[in-house]
């Protein structure tokens, strides 16, 4: 059985940094893509990174710069630091893992489990 745990979250001043953290049990990060993906309020979920098995790295475009996807094989986490966050940042953040080594979709329907959510919070 799959279960994705992220931790993290938290609110931060505009300006910020935080990072999130996802254990993955029952699930090997380096074996398939893996990503990242936030919902605000009234909004659709929304891609914000991702990285192959092979360690191919992908960023939605409002947070490039400023956020990096990296894992540790040995602790089987999956982490996203953020920083310079904007007030525009906030939303719950969700780690998301596939079966595939295909990774090259923010699709949510290609992320078949997900983490219960993480909530970042950044005030200006």
């Known amino acids: 059985q799959v279960q994705l745990v992220e931790s993290g979250g938290g609110s931060v001043q505009a300006g910020g940094s935080l990072r999130l953290s996802c254990v993955a049990y029952?699930?090997?990060?380096?074996?398939?893509?893996m990503g990242w993906f936030r919902q605000a309020p009234g909004k659709e979920r929304e891609g914000v990174a991702r990285i192959s098995n092979g360690g191919v790295i992908s960023y939605a475009d409002s947070v490039k710069g400023r956020f990096t996807i990296s894992r540790d094989n040995a602790k089987n986490t999956l982490y996203l630091q953020m920083n310079s966050l904007k007030p525009e940042d906030t939303a719950m953040y969700y780690c998301a893992a596939t079966t595939s080594v295909f990774c090259a979709t923010w699709s949510t329907g290609a992320f078949g489990y997900w983490g219960q959510g993480t909530q970042v919070t950044v005030s200006s």
């Open positions: 029952g699930y090997t990060v380096s074996w398939y893509c």
